[in-house]
């Protein structure tokens, strides 16, 4: 580099150009592009004691009212949710729902229906669909919607939680399909009642055979309230 000018000048400007030379970061300054593809120095960055409003931008005020709105719409910090999962699930299913990618999901199923079970959807979402998955089962292409309508016919009876991997099965393969037309495509429907009571008559009130063989269309605990009494 060379430098022309005063000895004072001169040697003052090649001190700068040394120091710059020596800077380890970049340093906080405006800089202008020259039509020769370098740039030059025009003014340092401005510091936090230079910030100001914006003087085309009118002010908002922020009101008490503001405030709660915002407030009561914030997302529940990580305890809070771990909490709330563990006052459905239990501290072991709970934390592993939390965990995972599903815990939206489950959330969205558990509040669409009170009557829901939050036990059954958690154990699908985390070992029925996952198992399913590794068999080659088409699960990926379901959408919320479809496992909606899958626990809410469940809450209603429709059929037993046992039959669920063989519905969410067919219903991979035949995404077109409710829950309700896979039930009955699948011959799963929910035996009960005086039809139940019945088949345990037929069965001679064997709990052991009457699981063997009507496994995914009967509820084990009331199969064994009709024995007992």
């Known amino acids: 580099m060379v430098v022309t000018d005063e000895d004072e000048k001169s040697w003052s400007a090649l001190r ?53 709105g915002i ?13 709330r999962l563990e006052g459905r699930l239990g501290k072991e299913l709970a934390k592993k729902m939390f965990n995972s990618k599903e815990e939206l999901t489950f959330e969205f199923i558990v509040n669409t229906n ?29 959408t919320v919607g479809h496992l909606q309508d899958l626990f809410i016919e469940c809450s209603k009876g429709l059929f037993v939680k046992a039959a669920i991997p063989e519905i969410l099965k067919y219903m991979s393969e035949n995404l077109g399909s409710t829950c309700e037309e896979a039930v009955e495509k699948l011959g799963l429907k929910k035996v009960s009642g005086e039809e139940l009571l019945k088949l345990v008559e037929e069965e001679g009130r064997d709990f052991g055979a009457i699981m063997k063989k009507y496994r995914l269309k009967v509820d084990s605990k009331e199969v064994k309230e009709i024995i007992g009494k």
């Open 114 to 142: 009170q009557k829901i079970e939050p036990q059954i959807v958690a154990v699908t979402l985390q070992d029925t669909i996952v198992n399913l998955r590794r068999e080659g089962a088409k699960v990926d292409l379901m």
């Open 16 to 68: 700068i150009v040394r120091n710059r030379a020596l800077l380890l970061d970049v340093p906080k300054e405006t800089r202008r592009a020259l039509p020769n593809g370098t740039s030059a120095y025009m003014r340092p960055l401005p510091g936090s004691a230079r910030l100001y409003p914006e003087t085309d931008v009118p002010p908002v005020r922020i009101t008490a009212g503001r405030i709660d």
């Open 71 to 83: 407030r009561k719409r914030l997302p529940l910090m990580p305890d809070e949710r771990l909490r």
